[in-house]
């Protein structure tokens, strides 16, 4: 850890001017009194695109979890730069993303797109800082581990604050669906072996940022008044309807998001022959994804045995009340840490007990990004 | 068929009270001239629950296909028996549903729910008629065919308004979803055998009928004005959520909607080594569902082969545009005839050319119940 002074990065001691601060409207979510997480000894934190959605709930999480940081600095595009924002009772002044910015930073927690990452990630490393990316920048890169904390930290064993050199590195934080997916599916991989997994997604509009969301809902009560639906970031109707992801087409006519779990899996798992093919569709929700999961195992995975992994697995809530027909929802898991998952039952169309079907839910902002990354700056320290 | 006289069965001749029309305001999409489809050689056809929401689009899809009618019983409940509705521009006064309704009907289309067909459809059978039930009533009864006319036509090849004796016979329009999966699975069926088969779906409001996607509405607009959503059709907020589908959950952890998929299937390919799990999905999403599949086959089908089927596959339609990014949507469907399918890739996870992924839409009242049971009247004639 840097054994540097007592500052609060780009603390303003004085009142701010309020009014000036826009887009940052997140401050009744935190708690307001000056909070016991800001210590002397902790490390110094940057934020990487804090006013965008994964960024705002960067700090909420942060704040959560009492992460114990030095200080933090806020960075966005120019655009931002020079407005205000409170976090933890006291105001932080938005600083414009430049290489300087990285200057005494121990982590930094990046959620500003992949062209971003690419930029700035290998300079923050290079000027001793300890990346945590949520773009996709990095994730398959075989030099640069790809951690969800409660299925492959070792991954990451070999990185930590107390043994770094002159240069920091980079930890990548996996796709939201893979997260989500992968907080279920491991525990039974672990115990049984998948061998194949067929993966129909359900993928609300955070997955595409803020605007996203708030396109959503314009759109929602234009159609509700009879009138033409907005279609700004989405170039057809999202409102009451759904449609395959907007990510690219590939030749093999996989859209990106669908072969990132296909070949994130691959990579968390350290299992190249695990097979998964996936199916990635956008619906009119908020900001939890669901995820239909069929697995078929090596070794024989009763319906049972499979409840109760599940249950005592990490981060995750079982929500499988058949006599009530209660299983997940997005709505129950929005705003929440676990992963939840039910419907789990024996799949009939597989011989024997090989085959399985559940269904999870996870906030994509939360453990789909941004809690899943805190984690990682966790085991960092 | 009968050598009856000419009747308009419930024709009223006098300008009716437009004030006493409650729940019929289907008007609108009816070409208002009176039309040729009125037929003094055709059938008497009854329609069973002609309130809602199925029963409405029985008449839109009789008219839209010119079916020749020699008259039509609007059949109800009591609590609708009075009122009004215009069609085809002639005013039909509702009758309440009693044996005697089908005395002198041909063809009776039956969606007034399981239990008003186990009582009914039986001894308007007796009385002479043929029955097309959209319920599940009789579905896996095995006297009965259980028809998708672009599917299994050969099902019901002996039953015919020509050959009838005394007794009419009863033919089962299959679950909504089971339809639209089906449509686009048994091209490539026939082609190459699916083997197995995984489904998850995206079902819509309209398959709990007309009061459910009222709710949806409602719930959506008390959402988006910050009030606590109103649940009466569905125990869960649906605005901007989904949820496991509402069907009872049986021991085998399925719920029934998903078994219908699975038995269903087997029934109408007559192949009871077909294997089918299926997930299925309540999506806010009005009236048309969609479906990821994916195809396990038999035989070597390569994605250029499926694509051709499914081109030349009568009542389907392709969309399946990569470069553009566009596919089958729900809305897209809506109020129409043909199922659309798309994301046609060859899957990833299985071993050479024998898996393929799809993704359909299909409008859930139209194809999933109407126009399907329509379509097997008219393979009465």
């Given at each position: 850890?840097?054994?540097?002074?007592?500052?609060?990065?780009?603390?303003?001691?004085?009142?701010?001017?309020?009014?000036?601060?826009?887009?940052?409207c997140f401050a009744?979510?935190?708690?307001?009194?000056?909070?016991?997480?800001?210590?002397?000894?902790?490390?110094?934190?940057?934020?990487?695109?804090?006013?965008?959605?994964?960024?705002?709930?960067?700090?909420?999480?942060?704040?959560?979890?009492?992460?114990?940081?030095?200080?933090?600095?806020?960075?966005?595009?120019?655009?931002?730069?020079?407005?205000?924002?409170?976090?933890?009772?006291?105001?932080?002044?938005?600083?414009?993303?430049?290489?300087?910015?990285?200057?005494?930073?121990?982590?930094?927690?990046?959620?500003?797109?992949?062209?971003?990452?690419?930029?700035?990630?290998?300079?923050?490393?290079?000027?001793?800082?300890?990346?945590?990316?949520?773009?996709?920048a990095f994730r398959?890169?075989?030099?640069?581990?790809?951690?969800?904390?409660?299925?492959?930290?070792?991954?990451?064993?070999?990185?930590?604050?107390?043994?770094?050199?002159?240069?920091?590195?980079?930890?990548?934080?996996?796709?939201?669906?893979?997260?989500?997916?992968?907080?279920?599916?491991?525990?039974?991989?672990?115990?049984?072996?998948?061998?194949?997994?067929?993966?129909?997604?359900?993928?609300?509009?955070?997955?595409?940022?803020?605007?996203?969301?708030?396109?959503?809902?314009?759109?929602?009560?234009?159609?509700?008044?009879?009138?033409?639906?907005?279609?700004?970031?989405?170039?057809?109707?999202?409102?009451?309807?759904?449609?395959?992801?907007?990510?690219?087409?590939?030749?093999?006519?996989?859209?990106?998001?669908?072969?990132?779990?296909?070949?994130?899996?691959?990579?968390?798992?350290?299992?190249?022959?695990?097979?998964?093919?996936?199916?990635?569709?956008?619906?009119?929700?908020?900001?939890?994804?669901?995820?239909?999961?069929?697995?078929?195992?090596?070794?024989?995975?009763?319906?049972?045995?499979?409840?109760?992994?599940?249950?005592?697995?990490?981060?995750?809530?079982?929500?499988?009340?058949?006599?009530?027909?209660?299983?997940?929802?997005p709505l129950e898991?929005?705003?929440?840490?676990?992963?939840?998952?039910?419907?789990?039952?024996?799949?009939?169309?597989?011989?024997?007990?090989?085959?399985?079907?559940?269904?999870?839910?996870?906030?994509?902002?939360?453990?789909?990004?941004?809690?899943?990354?805190?984690?990682?700056?966790?085991?960092?320290?």
């Amino acid at each position: 850890m840097h054994a540097s002074a007592f500052v609060h990065r780009n603390y303003i001691h004085h009142p701010p001017i309020f009014s000036s601060c826009r887009r940052v409207c997140f401050a009744s979510r935190l708690r307001s009194t000056i909070r016991m997480s800001l210590k002397e000894d902790g490390p110094s934190v940057a934020v990487v695109g804090v006013t965008g959605a994964v960024g705002q709930e960067f700090l909420q999480v942060l704040s959560d979890r009492d992460f114990p940081y030095r200080s933090i600095s806020m960075l966005a595009s120019r655009r931002s730069a020079g407005h205000h924002l409170s976090f933890e009772g006291r105001e932080y002044e938005i600083e414009e993303l430049v290489p300087e910015s990285f200057d005494d930073v121990d982590i930094a927690l990046f959620s500003a797109g992949g062209s971003v990452s690419r930029d700035m990630a290998p300079i923050a490393v290079q000027r001793g800082a300890f990346v945590v990316d949520n773009s996709s920048a990095f994730r398959m890169d075989p030099r640069v581990p790809l951690v969800i904390p409660e299925v492959n930290p070792d991954a990451m064993a070999h990185i930590s604050l107390r043994k770094r050199g002159k240069e920091g590195a980079i930890i990548a934080n996996p796709n939201c669906s893979t997260i989500i997916c992968l907080m279920a599916a491991t525990p039974l991989h672990r115990h049984a072996k998948v061998v194949r997994m067929v993966v129909s997604t359900y993928q609300a509009a955070s997955g595409a940022g803020a605007a996203a969301m708030e396109e959503l809902k314009l759109q929602t009560r234009e159609v509700l008044d009879g009138k033409q639906p907005t279609c700004k970031i989405f170039k057809q109707q999202y409102a009451f309807n759904l449609f395959s992801h907007n990510a690219p087409i590939l030749s093999n006519g996989y859209n990106e998001e669908e072969m990132k779990l296909v070949k994130e899996t691959r990579k968390i798992w350290d299992d190249l022959s695990v097979k998964v093919t996936a199916t990635c569709i956008r619906v009119p929700v908020m900001r939890a994804h669901a995820e239909s999961i069929n697995l078929q195992f090596e070794k024989s995975m009763d319906e049972a045995t499979a409840r109760q992994i599940l249950e005592e697995a990490a981060g995750l809530v079982v929500i499988d009340d058949r006599s009530s027909n209660l299983f997940p929802t997005p709505l129950e898991v929005s705003n929440k840490d676990d992963v939840a998952v039910g419907r789990i039952r024996q799949d009939l169309s597989q011989e024997g007990n090989h085959g399985l079907d559940i269904f999870v839910c996870g906030d994509q902002i939360r453990k789909g990004a941004a809690l899943n990354a805190v984690q990682i700056a966790e085991k960092l320290l």
